[in-house]
């Protein structure tokens, strides 16, 4: 069975301030790693992928991945108010669908 | 820019209907994908397609059938519609792995189903 576990939330943080978001997955054999962020009302889209142990920085974001842990993380620095949203850490295991955890609800108070 | 796109935003089908959702994307990707997403349980994996005619199935299929004729298109559908079905159902598309982004995935818009 593939889980992708994700804190629901919601999770609230100071604009200016980095926010945390962690997700854990179970298969072993997983291969690629993606942070999706979803609107309210709208369809996810992706903003960052790893599949390399360490971090992978583009722009505010940095991407976490400790394979050994089975845990990948995602940092967003100088959160503003337009980050507020649900984000979804999404595992490939092998080629074929993605497996999604629940989310997080994230919160960046002005 | 890559674009997917699903036929209806909102839908209202009755009990026992038989319901057609139709995704097409313009990418020529290889890879098409059909989740549903509810509160509390998020996005899971119903079918996907590697290929025209090609079909597998995912976490949750039981209850739907899909459709794979032309490589743009893939359909899903469901042969006799329960309110159980009524949910937000999101099409996604791929390029096989090796080219770009590992699997990444780019989702259409949505439907949001009502099955009364």
């Known amino acids: 069975q593939k889980e992708v576990e994700q804190n629901s939330g919601p999770l609230s943080v100071p604009e200016g301030a980095i926010a945390s978001l962690n997700c854990t997955y179970s298969d072993r054999g997983s291969q690629s790693f993606f942070w999706y962020r979803q609107y309210s009302g709208k369809s996810p889209e992706l903003i960052m992928f790893?599949?390399?142990?360490g971090d992978k920085e583009d722009g505010r974001f940095t991407a976490q991945l400790n394979k050994a842990s089975q845990y990948v993380s995602l940092l967003i620095r100088d959160s503003q108010p337009s980050d507020s949203a649900t984000y979804l850490c999404?595992?490939?295991?092998?080629?074929?669908?993605?497996?999604f955890g629940k989310g997080t609800h994230l919160i960046i108070q002005p | 820019d890559v674009k997917v796109t699903q036929s209806s935003r909102y839908l209202v089908k009755r009990t026992g209907e038989k319901v057609f959702l139709e995704c097409v994307q313009d990418?020529?990707?290889?890879?098409m994908f059909w989740y549903r997403q509810d509160p509390g349980l998020g996005l899971r994996l119903i079918y996907f397609s590697y290929d025209v005619k090609m079909k597998e199935k995912g976490d949750i299929p039981e209850g739907y059938s899909v459709s794979r004729e032309k490589k743009e298109r893939f359909s899903l559908i469901l042969e006799s519609a329960s309110t159980n079905q009524t949910s937000m159902y999101l099409c996604?598309?791929?390029?096989?792995?090796?080219?770009?982004?590992?699997?990444?995935?780019?989702f259409g818009p949505g439907t949001r189903l009502t099955v009364t």
């Open positions: 996604a598309s791929s390029l096989v792995g090796g080219q770009g982004p590992p699997y990444e995935q780019y």
């Open positions: 999404a595992v490939l295991p092998l080629a074929d669908g993605l497996t």
């Open positions: 990418m020529d990707h290889e890879n």
């Open positions: 790893i599949y390399s142990n």
